[in-house]
């Protein structure tokens, strides 16, 4: 008798988590476009950052670490609102493009810090090595420093990109509808707290843990000869 | 002359690197640069190549005029290799790799090409077996020898060497020397910073002792060595071949 309500109350339980997942499912999708079209933009924007803070020019130095300092020191969700309500109005941009703007933008400023820090950490030995072989400025960094920058630089980004991924809920309060939007959705049509939020965290933690996987790849493929602990 | 330098000067805030240097040195000449830590032998070396940028003074390499602009920067490194103390191989690439890439950036020659040229290269200087090899897979010794064979891959008329042995182990640096030796002995212009005094006794035709950032005494090599005139190239002379 006890073992019976046991049973229904499972599987009563796991018919509202099933209804949960069933209404998430179509937002899903847009939580990942935002978070690719935005960190992908994010590491053009970030990799050119980087390397105008690196600039001999002093001109250019100084508007990169400007544009780091104030990006970083405005929270994300201040960001989004001010490109969405202000300068959105003006550009006439979308939810989505706002959003994506807006974690570009934000990422890119970190992103930027990451990659000069990558950059200067390979020896200058390098770079004399390569010029003194008749290597343009270009060249040098395409095919000795940047390979070799890879190796630093990518576990701190895939860190970021995890977390942009998190960060991309935000843009929820603008009302683009991916997965935390719908969660609200959902919790205001059919007022269980608990179990809508504990799917949308087991969603968020399963793409995060995906990316893990990814992240730990990418780390062997770019592992250069002779760093490391030995093995 | 291959290279001349005239009154070419060099500071770092305070420091004077260079201080208004002048030699010059012929097609197929090897010649020894020593003197103390500081005096601006390597500074010296880098301004040759436009990797410093010297306050003053003129550089003139084969013919061509060092100067501000980046196609004669680029002239200049296309006829001067260069060897570091620390080697300075690419870590990421294999010693094919290494060898490879210059020549297919630089020399825009194809895959196959630069490829047949490098082992013949590896060959030369006794590593073919290694050429599958990563840097850090290889001794000290072995690492220069692929580093001098990365620089004659692009062709050079001339040959820096700054302090090539100074970062082996005894027992590697004959291998080291025995390539350059080869090299000397086919007639490449060489100018070489070294304190192997036998190396300089047998290969090279001059010594240029530098301190403080100047050129203090030069001249034939058994010259300088059994008779130095300068009392700082004596009390130098007599640290380095006690
Ligand atoms: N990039 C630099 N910035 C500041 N000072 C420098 C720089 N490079 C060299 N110097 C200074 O210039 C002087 C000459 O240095 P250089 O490296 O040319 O000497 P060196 O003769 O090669 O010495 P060593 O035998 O130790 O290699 C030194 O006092 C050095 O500290
Ligand atoms: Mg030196």
Redesign the pocket.
Same mark, same amino acid.
């Given at each position: 008798m006890f073992l019976r309500e046991i049973i229904n109350w499972i599987s009563f339980q796991l018919h509202i988590l099933k209804n949960i997942l069933i209404f998430l499912a179509p937002a899903i999708p847009m939580t990942i476009k935002l978070t690719l079209v935005a960190f992908a933009l994010a590491l053009i924007l970030g990799l050119l950052i980087g390397l105008a803070r690196l600039s001999q020019r002093g001109l250019i130095k100084a508007l990169s670490k400007i544009y780091v300092d104030v990006l970083r020191g405005i929270p994300l969700l201040v960001q989004i609102f001010f490109i969405y309500f202000g300068l959105g109005k003006i550009l006439n941009l979308d939810r989505f493009l706002a959003g994506v703007i807006a974690i570009a933008v934000c990422y890119s400023a970190y992103l930027a810090e990451i990659i000069r820090a990558g950059i200067q950490a390979i020896h200058k030995g390098q770079y004399q090595a390569a010029l003194s072989l008749g290597m343009t400025p270009y060249q040098t960094m395409r095919y000795v420093i940047l390979p070799q920058s890879l190796r630093i630089i990518v576990p701190p980004v895939a860190n970021e990109f995890i977390a942009s991924l998190k960060d991309s809920s935000l843009v929820s309060i603008i009302g683009l509808r991916e997965l935390t939007r719908a969660g609200r959705e959902y919790y205001s049509q059919y007022f269980v707290d608990f179990q809508t939020w504990l799917v949308v965290g087991i969603i968020y933690l399963v793409m995060t843990l995906s990316l893990s996987r990814l992240v730990a790849h990418l780390e062997k493929k770019y592992k250069v000869h002779g760093y490391g602990i030995p093995h | 002359m291959i290279i001349q330098t005239k009154e070419i000067s060099k500071r770092?805030g305070e420091?004077i690197?260079l201080d208004a240097v002048n030699f010059e040195i012929e097609a197929g000449e090897v010649v020894v640069i020593i %003197?103390p /830590? %500081? /005096? %601006?032998? /390597?500074?010296l070396l880098r301004c040759l190549n436009g990797l410093e940028k010297t306050d003053s003074g003129e550089i003139v390499i084969d013919g061509i005029k060092l100067d501000k602009d980046k196609s004669s920067i680029h002239k200049v490194r296309e006829e001067l290799g260069m060897v570091f103390q620390e080697f300075n191989l690419f870590p990421h690439l294999s010693v094919l790799g290494n060898l490879c890439l210059a020549q297919e950036a630089v020399r825009k020659r194809s895959k196959p090409d630069s490829e047949k040229i490098s082992l013949e290269l590896l060959k030369k200087v006794g590593l073919l077996d290694k050429k599958n090899s990563f840097p850090n897979q290889l001794s000290g010794g072995q690492q220069q020898r692929v580093a001098i064979a990365r620089a004659l891959a692009m062709n050079p008329r001339i040959m820096l060497f700054d302090?090539p042995t100074s970062a082996l182990d005894p027992e590697m640096i004959g291998e080291v020397l025995e390539v350059m030796k080869n090299l000397a002995k086919e007639g490449m212009t060489m100018l070489v910073v070294t304190h192997e005094i036998g190396f300089a006794r047998e290969v090279a035709k001059r010594i240029i002792f530098m301190d403080q950032g100047k050129i203090i005494e030069e001249g034939k090599t058994e010259d300088i060595l059994n008779s130095p005139q300068n009392p700082r190239t004596i009390a130098f002379l007599s640290k380095v071949l006690k």
């Open positions: - | 770092f420091i690197a %003197g /830590s %500081g /005096s %601006g032998k /390597s500074t302090e």
